[in-house]
């Protein structure tokens, strides 16, 4: 059992594998909602999200045979989600990582008020929504999919410090956005 990772709906993947187009719709049922979150984290954009979720799953399928169940499917499934959510947002052309310039400070100020109660969660979330391509990409990456900053690095073709630079600046950013909020409020 040692190095072997059980997959957790191992017929259907074996089914999916072998052609199986019921297999695959189940699949689909099972991981589209979590990948689904996982790309609009990434992408900001409810339609690059779908974009993405579509493509992942159509090159998951036609890649399926490659799994091997040295990670569990789910993990294996979101790194084609990221990579697809990723690349839509490079062809936005809004990916400048290194730019930080580029952030219209005036984009921050259609923020609707938000009740108190609510502030924790939705209100982060969607202020997150807000920040730049790079820095949100970065900062969910981190956060929400439990990627290291060395994975993210390989992901996003960056380096390591770029990565930690990214994050940290994300994390200022959102303070700084949160804090302009409550001062407005």
Same mark, same amino acid.
């Given at each position: 059992?040692?190095?072997?990772?059980?997959?957790?709906?191992?017929?259907? @993947?074996?089914?999916?594998?072998?052609?199986?187009?019921? /297999?695959?719709?189940?699949?689909?049922?099972?991981?589209?909602?979590?990948?689904?979150? *996982?790309?609009?984290?990434?992408?900001?954009?409810?339609?690059? /999200?779908? !974009? /993405?979720?579509?493509?992942?799953? @159509?090159?998951?399928?036609?890649?399926?045979?490659?799994?091997?169940?040295?990670?569990?499917?789910?993990?294996?499934?979101?790194?084609?989600?990221? %990579?697809?959510?990723?690349?839509?947002?490079?062809?936005?052309?809004?990916?400048?990582?290194?730019?930080?310039?580029?952030?219209?400070? %005036?984009?921050? %100020? !259609?923020?609707?008020? *938000?009740?108190?109660?609510?502030?924790?969660?939705?209100?982060?979330?969607?202020?997150?929504?807000?920040?730049?391509?790079?820095?949100?990409?970065? $900062?969910?990456?981190? $956060?929400?999919? #439990?990627?290291?900053?060395?994975?993210?690095?390989?992901?996003? #073709?960056?380096?390591?410090?770029?990565?930690?630079?990214?994050?940290?600046?994300?994390?200022?950013? $959102?303070?700084?956005?949160?804090?302009?909020?409550?001062? %407005?409020?």
């Amino acid at each position: 059992m040692e190095g072997y990772i059980v997959p957790l709906h191992k017929e259907l @993947i074996e089914g999916a594998q072998g052609g199986n187009a019921t /297999a695959q719709y189940k699949l689909y049922n099972l991981y589209q909602k979590a990948m689904f979150n *996982v790309a609009l984290r990434i992408t900001g954009d409810e339609m690059d /999200a779908e !974009d /993405a979720l579509q493509e992942a799953f @159509i090159s998951a399928f036609k890649n399926i045979r490659q799994y091997r169940a040295e990670a569990s499917f789910g993990a294996w499934l979101k790194r084609i989600v990221v %990579n697809k959510a990723l690349t839509l947002v490079k062809k936005r052309q809004y990916f400048e990582l290194e730019d930080e310039e580029a952030i219209n400070e %005036n984009s921050y %100020n !259609d923020l609707e008020p *938000v009740a108190e109660a609510n502030l924790q969660v939705e209100h982060i979330r969607k202020t997150v929504q807000l920040l730049p391509d790079g820095f949100r990409t970065v $900062l969910s990456l981190y $956060l929400f999919e #439990g990627y290291d900053h060395s994975e993210i690095a390989d992901i996003m #073709g960056i380096t390591v410090s770029t990565s930690k630079s990214q994050f940290n600046r994300a994390k200022k950013k $959102l303070r700084e956005m949160i804090n302009q909020e409550a001062k %407005n409020g």
